[in-house]
């Protein structure tokens, strides 16, 4: 008898799941249902689904596909179609398949939408017996003859809205005739990118009244070129990976889904700084004199977590709404207030002209609109509003200089503000605590063994300080040990009670005093972007110093391209090229982008290393600061560094951040090699491989340069870039070196890159090499 309420659960689980898998289907037939409300269609793979989705907490729905399974913080992305119909009242909208073609529906109304079929503007199509439609493994929903699957009447990668999936094509597709564009759309404005079918840009991006910029496609990611009169981009994603492209105003990215963060990250991002483009850091941004991007006063982030990954296109917030109520346009009855933003490099974009004679009307004339958010007045030019948005805040170094003021809430509007937040927290504090209690309270009822070793974890700043028992513990006696530099020793480790494992650098000799310690590391803990090794605390028990990063499961790059014992081949040279790149956004981060200047001073293949999907992380960066003195004598003792060393290492002049270009140009040329630099050749006429390689640039026969295990599989035009970025970077002369910037706009094929000078240095040893060639050499 007991057995037999368990074989009921049974029974009605199995229920339940057939029930599941019959309505979880991928097909609209004509004459059927279709689906209405939140019911979905699910891909047979199960990887994406369509239905009529709300983007955050907008209260319109539209007809979209997006990525099934995917964490809520993620940011999962919405592939629309169907021109953005608007769906007030998601029960009543349906979305139905009428002989060959879609329509959405809302409370019994005729057709919203509806999908077009191939013929509609060159004649009629050959008939169609049946049509259905389906929703495809790649994210295509596409409407099909029943009796030949392979004839498409419409599809959704024609109507790809701001967001691309992998295999959709951009520009005029010659087998169905659409010249598919991406178009990004707000309540205020409207971008489309396109290709650019004059050839003389790779794409184009502009609003219905002007071009925003132009740019070019990465080789890697343009699959096809039409010989026709316009150009045809199409890009695949690398296997095991989930990306898509995305168009915001402004700027173009090509997002990679990271298992490591939990977060989409950007593979590829036009413009890549915020001086080469005007929407570079979003709505209320501000770009910075050193080229990173803040919030002006009154703003912070909208998206934190994906500033910290360098990607600040979704601007800033409000932190206290302005004091307007409703939609009407009335005001409170304090009214709100203004912020000074001055040293302005030219005024912001998009302005309005108004009337206003004085900067006391010009004020009053943005007061009386809700949707004003900033004014600006000048003698010569009058008054100018800005609405809804504020875009392209650039601080200029020098001057000329403008001004504009930035509407905020008032004061006691804030206030009031202010007290219902206090109430709000004492609120979630009181019941935070509480549970809290009982939490605690369980966790020592289940775990009451004396689980008190990490008793004494503190937090400063954004670090923890880990007390040395714990890590001790999480390393087993520091006896996993995976590498020693002139630094200290790197050991594995995994957290007490969870699966987080971690890495742990014990540094040699350190005198630092503890207080000393603490505040450097804590400016290294700030320091956060996609292509640096995070840290995540330190410890300090006497001498000993330890610090704590994130586990990177690929290990460092020397191991992937230069250990006999691995399959270098195992690193394609796609993969190679977005780690060059990722190398160098990293670069470009700590040299300009951080609020003092990072140099690295020891850019090697040891301290680059790859999560595990690949994602390139600069390891080891702020030693210098770290260490202080006895950094350089810890330089000298690490293997192979001073084969990374620039010129000025070894004359005694100032370091400074072109140092680390010198040595990024040495990396690369390891990356395209596969070899060391310091390896002596076993053939040809110029032994030392920076020089070999100088001259077979210069001589056009790059491809002798290539890793030979790559069997020749690479892109010419990225391998002869690569090498041309790499000699540019070995220059004797800091000044002929470019900027890691400018390496970034190299490597993605924003800037044009010259045949560099072959170094002099490099010349010098000419006279010495022996002049004898083999038959190896090309």
Same mark, same amino acid.
């Given at each position: ?9 049974l029974?009605?689980?199995?229920g ?19 689906i ?81 079929? =191939? ?27 029943q009796?030949?699957?392979?004839r ?7 109507c790809? &809205? ?11 597709d ?7 564009s ?5 309540s205020?404005?409207? =971008? ?9 840009n790779g ?6 009244e002007?071009e ?7 080789d ?26 995305r ?12 298992n490591?963060?939990?977060? +989409? ?24 004199s050193?080229?990173?991007?803040g ?28 004091s ?8 409170m ?24 004679e ?6 009053e ?20 509003? +800005? ?10 170094s ?7 003021y930035?509407?905020?809430g ?13 109430g ?21 009822w ?5 689980l ?17 028992a ?5 390393t ?29 650098k014990?540094?040699k000799?350190?005198?630092h005093?503890?207080?000393q ?36 499961a ?14 270098? &081949?195992s ?20 040299h ?5 200047c ?14 595990e ?15 202080g ?16 060393? =620039?010129?000025? +290492? ?9 140092a ?23 053939? &040809? ?7 070999y ?7 056009g ?22 090498c041309?970025?790499?000699? +540019?970077?070995i ?8 900027s890691?910037?400018q390496v970034?706009?190299?490597?993605? &094929? ?11 240095s ?17």
């Open positions: 008898m007991r057995a037999l309420p368990t074989f009921l659960f029974l009605l689980l199995a339940t799941f057939l029930a599941v898998s019959a309505f979880a289907r991928d097909t609209i037939l004509p004459g059927e249902e279709g209405s409300g939140n019911q979905t269609l699910v891909s047979k793979n199960g990887v994406f689904e369509l239905g009529f989705f709300s983007p955050g907490a907008d209260i319109y729905h539209f007809l979209g596909v997006r990525l099934t399974n995917m964490p809520a913080s993620a940011g999962t992305p919405t592939f629309w179609f169907g021109d953005r119909v608007y769906i007030s009242d998601l029960p009543s909208a349906a979305l139905v398949l009428f002989s060959d073609r879609l329509c959405i529906t809302e409370a019994g109304t005729s057709c919203l939408w509806s999908s077009s079929v =191939a013929g509609d503007d060159d004649g009629p199509a050959p008939p169609v017996s049946a049509a259905a439609a389906v929703l495809l493994g790649n994210g295509n929903f596409v409407v099909r003859d009796a030949n699957s392979s498409v009447l419409w599809q959704s990668f024609d790809p &809205g701001d967001t691309l999936l992998p295999g959709t094509r951009l520009g005029l010659v087998a169905t005739g659409a010249n598919v991406m178009t990004y759309t707000t205020w404005n409207r =971008a489309t990118l396109r290709v650019d079918r004059s050839r003389r794409f184009v991006l502009a609003t219905d002007l925003l910029l132009h740019g070019a496609f990465p890697w990611m343009v699959s096809s070129r039409d010989n026709g009169s316009s150009l045809v981009m199409s890009y695949h994603q690398s296997p095991g990976t989930v990306e898509y492209m168009l915001h105003l402004g700027q173009v990215s090509l997002r990679s889904w990271s490591s963060t939990g977060l +989409w990250v950007s593979r590829w991002t036009f413009p890549s700084d915020c001086r080469s483009g005007a929407f570079f850091c979003g709505s209320f941004g501000a770009c910075m050193a080229g990173r991007c919030c002006v006063d009154g703003f912070e982030p909208s998206k934190p977590d994906e500033w910290q990954l360098g990607y600040f296109v979704s601007g800033c917030s409000r932190s206290l709404p302005l307007c109520v409703g939609t009407s346009g009335s005001l009855e304090h009214g709100d207030s203004f912020f000074l933003l001055d040293k302005l490099r030219g005024l912001p974009y998009s302005s309005q002209n108004d009337t206003a004085s900067d006391a009307d010009c004020r004339a943005c007061l009386s609109k809700c949707y004003c958010v900033a004014y600006a007045y000048e003698y010569e030019s009058g008054c100018r509003l +800005w609405y809804n948005h504020l875009y392209n805040v650039s601080f200029a020098r001057p000329p200089y403008s001004k504009v930035v509407r905020l008032s004061d006691e509007f804030r206030a009031k503000k202010g007290m219902k937040r206090i709000v927290v004492f609120m979630v504090v009181g019941l935070t605590a509480t549970a809290c209690v009982i939490l605690i309270l369980a966790f020592l289940r775990y009451r063994g004396g008190f070793t990490c008793r004494n974890l503190q937090v400063e700043g954004s670090l923890a300080v880990y007390p040395y714990l890590v001790k513990r999480a087993r006696n520091f006896s996993d040990k995976l590498g020693e530099g002139g630094f200290g020793c790197v050991f594995r480790g995994t957290m007490p009670g969870s699966t987080v494992v971690i890495a742990v014990r540094l000799g350190l005198g005093q503890d207080k310690f603490r505040a450097e590391v804590q400016t290294l803990g700030v320091i956060q972007h996609t292509n640096l090794v995070r840290l995540l605390g330190f410890c300090v028990k006497g001498d000993t110093r330890l610090l704590v990063y994130e586990y990177m690929n290990g460092s790059l020397d191991s992937h391209i230069f250990s006999k014992n691995s399959d270098s &081949g690193l394609s040279w796609d993969l190679r090229y977005r780690i060059a790149l990722g190398i160098a956004k990293g670069l470009a981060y700590l300009e982008e951080c609020e003092d990072i140099i690295h001073c020891d850019v090697k293949p040891e301290n680059i290393l790859l999560d999907d690949f994602c390139v992380k600069i390891a080891d960066f702020g030693m210098a600061k770290l260490l003195r006895e950094f350089n004598s810890a330089l000298t003792t690490i293997r192979g560094t001073m084969g990374y060393l =620039a010129p000025e +290492w070894l004359s005694g002049q100032p370091i400074t951040k072109k680390d270009v010198y040595s990024f140009g040495i990396v690369l040329l390891e990356m395209i090699s596969g070899r060391r630099s310091t390896q002596r050749l076993k053939f &040809g006429s110029h032994r030392y491989f920076p020089l390689a100088a001259a077979q640039l210069n001589e026969n790059v491809m002798c340069l290539l890793d030979r295990s790559l069997d020749g599989n690479g892109s010419v035009r990225e391998l002869e870039v690569t041309r970025v790499a000699c +540019w970077c220059q004797d002369e800091e000044n002929e070196r470019p890691m910037a970034v706009r190299m490597l993605e &094929g924003v800037l044009n890159t010259e045949i560099p000078p072959v170094p002099s490099l010349k010098n040893l000419i006279e010495g090499e022996d002049s004898g060639t083999s038959s190896e050499e090309c």
